[in-house]
């Protein structure tokens, strides 16, 4: 059967008006057009004047909120994310760093502020706005996720063994999609997410806005919806297996600048 | 309340007889259609100004996206020129930025 289907693949490859390359070529150009008119650029605009806006009990705003570099220092924040919070003893991803210090600094309630952590195109979620502006704060900065604390250490290894785990009511785990080369559904390449040269410009371009529905996606949205098409329970926002499965996704990037937020399809 | 607008205008081949003015222009605006289901709300007119003075005046259908971008190219223009890009919608609500030629 595989012999059958590389074959055909090659006849198309040596005869066909549109080759395989082609293909990829003319989809890399549909992203850089996309990619131009995006209003990321708004997301960040609008999450700047939230991060900025006092809320709350304590009625402050985030502005002195330690994302990892210092309170209020945004500057590569988010490249330096996940990493061990000695003041929460915890592993953190962005999401749940700007949740901690909703907590923390502005004394709103744990339900009050995940009530609604994913919007829809008619009004996006504070952290949608939030996490575009601060991701936006580390342009051109190396990816470089927390891997030296024990607990650093931890994540990563319980993420990577949830990236292979199947389970579900159809026995997936994340590799099943994510496993194997030059697989793609529709327009949509399906990248390697465990090998680093794949891993590497994706999660430099998240979180990212998606053209078909107007709407601006974070990481836990990601992989929660991941979770989602593989028919598992919704993971809990902000939980121990997300950060540890973005842990295992970034420290697998390490390196790459980054430049997002980005635009999907 | 209008939410943000975001505006880029640079000159290009500068200097030269050729000069052009690139405006990319961003908005916040929901552009919702009458199918959607929700009130019909999306921008009618869109003005351009190149030094107060209007060099552009578009209507604009409600087949535009939400959050559009739209980019003109202006004859002419130099550094420091003062582009001013504003727009109406059905419902009378209007914003407008304004940012100088680099």
């Known amino acids: 059967m595989n012999r059958f ?199 430099a371009t998240w979180p990212a806005y998606r053209v078909s529905n107007s709407q601006f996606k974070t990481m836990q949205w990601r992989l929660n919806d991941c979770y989602r098409q593989m028919r598992y329970p919704e993971p809990n926002f902000a939980s121990d297996a997300t950060i540890a499965l973005n842990t295992f996704l970034t420290v697998t990037a390490a390196g790459e600048p980054y430049r997002g937020p980005g635009t999907k399809r | 309340m209008a939410g943000p607008m975001k505006m880029r205008a640079t000159l290009a081949g500068g200097g030269t007889a050729a000069a052009n003015t690139e405006v990319r222009v961003l908005m916040t605006h929901p552009m919702t259609t009458a199918q959607s289901g929700q009130p019909l709300h999306f921008i009618q007119n869109l003005t351009v100004k190149q030094n107060g003075k209007t060099v552009i005046e578009a209507e604009i259908s409600q087949a535009v996206s939400r959050n559009p971008v739209f980019s003109f190219r202006l004859k002419g223009g130099a550094k420091g020129d003062k582009i001013e890009v504003s727009w109406l919608d059905n419902k009378g609500e209007t914003n407008k930025i304004e940012s100088a030629v680099a």
């Open chain 1, 5 to 203: 289907l590389s074959g055909l693949l090659f006849l198309t490859w040596a005869c066909g008006p549109v080759s395989a390359q082609d293909t990829k070529k003319e989809i890399q150009k549909y992203q850089q057009m996309i990619a131009e008119g995006s209003p990321v650029e708004l997301f960040e605009l609008e999450g700047e004047a939230l991060w900025k806006k006092p809320q709350g009990p304590h009625n402050v705003s985030l502005e002195k909120c330690d994302l990892g570099q210092g309170p209020g220092v945004l500057k590569a924040a988010y490249a330096r994310l996940p990493r061990y919070f000695k003041d929460a003893d915890r592993v953190m991803d962005l999401e749940t760093r700007l949740l901690h210090c909703m907590t923390t600094l502005q004394g709103r309630s744990r339900e009050e502020a995940t009530k609604r952590v994913f919007g829809n195109e008619n009004q996006p979620s504070e952290m949608e706005y939030l996490s575009a502006y601060i991701a936006s704060q580390s342009r051109g900065v190396k990816l470089a996720a927390g891997r030296s604390h024990p607990k650093e250490k931890e994540a990563y290894e319980l993420g990577k063994a949830l990236f292979f785990h199947r389970a579900g009511a159809w026995d997936m785990s994340c590799a099943s999609c994510h496993g194997e080369e030059n697989k793609r559904i529709r327009m949509q390449e399906l990248p390697v997410m465990s090998k680093p040269q794949f891993a590497r410009p994706i999660m």
